[in-house]
């Protein structure tokens, strides 16, 4: 969320009769504060204090601030709050104000700083251990039903929705925000128009005078249990602080809505009446009992939610259906419900503004698990990081199921200890199966942490077994594992639970990170049990790939799947493919000695001596590509990720690294996200083997794929297209390329044409409507279409998305306009070379398709980075510049190296080492003839390399170049030399350039290495 700047106010609005026993001493010493400027703002750590500021010294649990006073007035403070000034340096140039409590005063500052937008809300206050987060979302839910602008601060996050109905949302840091957090969102939210406040008030924001002058319109009360019993003394003080929201921060005629459940919550709720009405504050309680206001007389619950049925004070009822799994949730309905009526909704009213109401993300959330061939548990997330909150999820969790009820759960560091072995023992009488895992261990060993909790396992009488237990253990047996890493331990749960079992994966709920030995990292419980459900094991790779196991042992989940036996690492599945000139059999002995956990072969006679899982097909590559279109049809029903399908003569490789740094810039790695959403195709991983490699890591995580799709014939784009299920097509271009077994450039382009004639019917194509074979291939296809260009004739032929104004700025790269339908936008690319601008247009058509706005594709498309090999700067020991293209190349690719070159170098001398290109056929010499042609308009100098040395250098002669300055190398190493002998002659100096370009299978990058220090 853009963070609104803050707004500059006088000194005397905050005033100084604002603060609770507020006294200025020694006056004569400071400047008098009727002579202050303005206050930018207030600040309460002395390391972010700029001139002008306030500074409030507040004495924290770890850090006190009077210690920091001469640094906040060094820093520019010219006003200092504080409770002395004993730490006080005697040259010190600022007006101090001394007040008995300076986190008090820091509240009614923060208050007074922000014109007091709390008088601007009706506000609701929601405490209790448990309940919270629900109870607000299910009010939000009913108040936004009914039209009222509603802003919500919670555990989840801090949100509300602006004038023009645009979501605005930031993380929550803390449940309870501090004070000058608090009132500037409070302010945030007056000035969008919010009219109700919906706030979660912790025990700790309460005990610390967080809320400041903060009072409320209504105080809701959940419940009490044991929690944060690290902080507060007991459970009585834990509940003296909950109290003073009700004590303290209730209007005098606000309204105290308490729940009054008939387990140990009771108690506390009965004195919190009692509190509220030795304050005269009208109370209404909600429950089952007979004497309450809203009265629970009937409820049912099962896996799809609940239906409950209360009746008010006067005998009139009401009923709700809710998406809600629990009994506990009852209560919150209740609760809600009570609220709806105190704010003056009729019953009826209230429960329709309730009913199909989904409460919060976490609190006993379904996680969706994609069917296949092995049936799935049903999965759930829930918060319960409390032994009460973990009791009733079990219970309600218990209710649903009469299959096997697992759990997966453990405690936080640097909190309370004593409920550790409680939350063990909770786990271990309620749920079948137990996994005691790690939390949030913060700062602190997680062994210990779960080998208090395993204490409590064995108090309630639970057997402690291995991990190996839970995929050998006899049906109906019960018991408890250990297992390190939360990854690990969802993931044993998932793959040891079946149809009809109920996994619980408690703690974190809607938390998407882990804080672990002092570090914070992104972990989401929904994410990794839908990532375990796409482990592979003996049955699933036999069922995507159509083959059969033997060596029927206990199920074994693979890591990864290996092709190359020197690579593997242990725990992998091994494929065993066959090439030209090798055959994956030979190695079966060896991937097993390496770890192989399993084995995917074409034939089980030369198998070795082994007990690990075998599975046997027919073809090992068609198998390979058949694992791939699995997993990604799996993760297309789980999360959906947009998959780019790009293939082209040249430039594909390009067009897939500026496509992928646009999806980055959509898609980037956050705290709060998974990091890596973008997958791409690595190196040149293109062919049948290679894009299934690059495919088969997509995970739920995933929120787009993009793949390159070489061939060497026809047929394999159409496989490759069969296997990736490509939402998005494009063809680059059709040029010269793969002669040798095409024959025609008609025939490239049908071969390319596989790509737009094998992808589904939804498939959007990106047509190049410069490209003559490439838009005859679309003309006429009943296919959703984005054309790019960036010459006039493709522009008329209908471009959505096209560049111009194409500005060279040298080494930097250079500058053109992107047109995206109506809109426009400049866009600078990091990479030299007008035929860039092309590739560009490409990746925007691409990124349009995926809906992603104009402005990000530019910001994308300035990221990009030129791969390894293409088009990338180096310099000689001599000062030659080398323009490295030596990746690949085909006459097109040629040609565009050449323009860049000349409008990289201007006026400087230009020199190149052209090499070979491969694959074409009987049209090899003329298209090397034709590349000399080239080079003749565009250098100074040439060397050339390789069987087609000659035909390039009869090019350029016949173009006009100098027979002397045309040099046929006998090896590639001889490069060296005939540069020095240029610059040795002065032909060449430093400042000039040099452009190295052949196919990849020529090496000439062993000759980059050679002439560069380092790339």
Not at 36 to 49: F, K, M, T, W, Y
Not at 284 to 293: H, K, L
Not at 725 to 740: F, G, K, T, Y
Not at 807 to 820: D, I, Y
Request: glycine residues 10%.
């Amino acid at each position: 969320m853009t963070e609104k700047p803050e707004k500059t106010r006088d000194c005397a609005a905050v005033n100084p009769a604002d603060l609770l026993a507020l006294r200025a001493r020694r006056p004569a010493d400071y400047p008098f504060i009727s002579e202050l400027s303005p206050i930018r703002a207030i600040c309460a750590d002395s390391r972010r204090v700029q001139p002008g500021d306030l500074f409030v010294a507040v004495r924290g649990q770890r850090v006190d601030g009077h210690q920091f006073i001469d640094d906040a007035i060094a820093a520019g403070a010219q006003l200092v709050v504080a409770e002395d000034d004993t730490a006080v340096s005697e040259t010190a140039a600022a007006a101090m104000i001394i007040v008995e409590n300076s986190r008090d005063a820091l509240g009614l500052l923060a208050a007074a700083f922000h014109n007091h937008p709390q008088r601007e809300l009706t506000t609701i206050g929601i405490t209790g251990t448990n309940g919270k987060t629900t109870c607000s979302y299910l009010l939000e839910h009913a108040l936004m039903k009914k039209g009222v602008r509603v802003g919500v601060i919670g555990t989840v996050e801090y949100r509300y929705r602006g004038r023009d109905g645009t979501r605005v949302s930031r993380p929550a840091v803390r449940t309870t925000p501090e004070p000058l957090v608090l009132y500037g969102l409070l302010r945030e939210m007056a000035d969008a128009g919010v009219t109700h406040l919906i706030m979660e008030v912790s025990s700790h924001a309460l005990a610390q005078q967080r809320i400041g002058p903060l009072r409320f319109d209504y105080g809701l009360f959940t419940n009490l249990s044991q929690d944060h019993l690290d902080y507060h003394s007991d459970l009585d003080d834990y509940f003296q602080a909950k109290a003073l929201l009700f004590d303290t921060h209730l209007k005098d005629d606000g309204c105290a809505v308490i729940c009054r459940p008939h387990d140990d919550s009771h108690r506390w709720s009965k004195q919190l009446v009692a509190l509220c009405e030795q304050r005269h504050i009208d109370v209404v309680t909600c429950g089952p009992g007979p004497s309450e206001n809203l009265r629970l007389i009937s409820s049912s619950t099962d896996s799809h939610g609940l239906t409950l049925t209360v009746v008010d004070s006067e005998k009139s009822r009401g009923s709700v259906r809710a998406p809600l799994i629990g009994n506990f949730n009852l209560a919150n309905v209740q609760l809600v419900l009570t609220t709806l009526t105190a704010m003056g909704y009729s019953l009826d009213e209230a429960c329709s503004l309730l009913e199909g109401a989904a409460g919060a993300p976490g609190r006993m959330e379904p996680v969706s698990l994609p069917g296949s061939g092995d049936a799935r548990p049903t999965v759930l997330v829930d918060y319960a990081h409390t032994p009460d909150a973990l009791s009733k999820a079990l219970i309600a969790a218990r209710d649903l199921t009469n299959g096997t009820l697992f759990v997966v759960c453990g405690c936080g560091g640097d909190r309370d200890r004593a409920k550790r072995s409680i939350m063990g023992a909770a786990a271990a009488r309620l749920a079948d199966v137990v996994i005691i895992t790690d939390d949030n261990p913060r700062t602190e060993e997680p062994s210990l942490i779960r080998r208090q909790m395993l204490g409590g396992v064995s108090e309630a009488g639970v057997s402690i077994y291995s991990p190996d237990w839970l995929t050998t253990r006899a049906e109906g047996e019960t018991g408890c594992v250990e297992i390190a890493g939360r990854a690990a331990a969802i993931a044993a749960a998932v793959h040891g639970a079946k149809e009809g079992d109920i996994v619980l994966i408690a703690g974190k709920g809607h938390e998407r990170y882990q804080q672990l030995r002092g570090e914070t990292i992104f972990f989401d419980d929904a994410l990794w049990a839908r990532q375990s459900v796409l482990s592979w094991n003996q049955t699933t790779v036999a069922e995507a790939a159509g083959g059969r196991v033997i060596n029927k042992v206990r199920p074994v989940f693979f890591k990864a799947i290996c092709t190359d036996s020197r690579r593997l690492s242990p725990g992998d599945l091994f494929v065993a493919l066959r090439g030209e000139s090798f055959d994956g059999h030979e190695f079966l002995a060896q991937a097993v000695l390496n770890g192989a956990a399993g084995l995917l072969v074409e034939e089980s006679s030369r198998l070795p001596a082994t007990e690990i899982p075998v599975i046997v097909v027919g073809d090992t590559l068609h198998a390979l590509g058949d694992l791939a279109n699995y997993r990604r049809r799996l993760v297309a029903r789980m999360s959906g990720p947009v998959v780019v399908g790009i293939t082209g003569s040249c430039g594909k490789t390009t067009v897939k690294e500026m496509t992928a740094a646009i999806f980055a810039r959509r898609w980037p790695d956050q705290p709060d996200r998974p990091p890596g959403r973008v997958l791409k195709t690595s190196g040149n991983f293109n062919n049948l083997v290679g894009l299934p490699l690059s495919l088969l890591p997509i995970g739920a995580h995933h929120r787009a794929a993009v793949l390159e799709m070489g061939m060497n014939e026809a047929g394999e784009i159409a496989r490759l297209t069969r296997i990736a299920e490509p939402d998005i097509c494009c063809i680059v271009n059709v040029r010269p390329a793969h002669l040798e077994k095409l024959g025609s450039v008609a025939a490239v382009a049908r071969a390319k044409a596989e790509l737009f004639t094998n992808s589904g019917s939804d498939a959007i194509h990106i047509v190049n409507c410069d490209d003559d074979q490439v838009f005859g291939l679309a003309e006429g296809r009943v296919r959703q279409q984005i054309g790019f260009a960036v010459t006039k004739k493709g522009i008329e032929r209908g471009a959505l998305v096209y560049g111009t104004h194409w500005q060279p700025l040298g080494e930097s790269g250079g500058r053109f306009v992107l047109t995206c339908g109506d809109e426009s936008t400049e866009v600078e690319l990091k990479v030299s070379g007008r035929h860039n601008m092309a590739n560009g247009c490409a990746a925007a058509a691409i990124a349009r398709a995926a809906g992603i706005d104009p402005v990000t594709i530019a910001a994308g498309l300035s990221d990009f980075r030129s791969p390894a090999n293409r088009l990338r700067i180096c310099r000689t020991s001599s000062g030659i510049n080398v323009l490295n293209d030596s990746y690949n190349a085909n006459p097109a690719s040629m040609e565009a190296g050449l323009l860049t070159l000349a409008e990289i170098a201007g006026k400087r001398a230009r020199s190149g080492l052209l090499g070979d290109m491969l694959e074409l056929g009987d049209h090899a010499a003329a298209l090397h003839e034709q590349v000399g042609r080239h080079a003749a308009n565009h250098l100074d100098y040439l060397a050339c390399v390789g069987e087609f040395a000659g035909a390039i250098r009869m090019g350029a002669i016949g173009a006009g170049m100098e027979a002397g300055r045309i040099t046929v190398l006998g090896k590639k190493q001889d490069a060296e030399a005939w540069l020095a002998r240029l610059v040795d002659e002065g032909s060449l100096s430093a400042g000039d350039w040099l452009l190295i370009k052949a196919s990849r299978g020529i090496g000439l990058e062993t000759v980059v290495d050679q002439l560069c220090e380092r790339e």
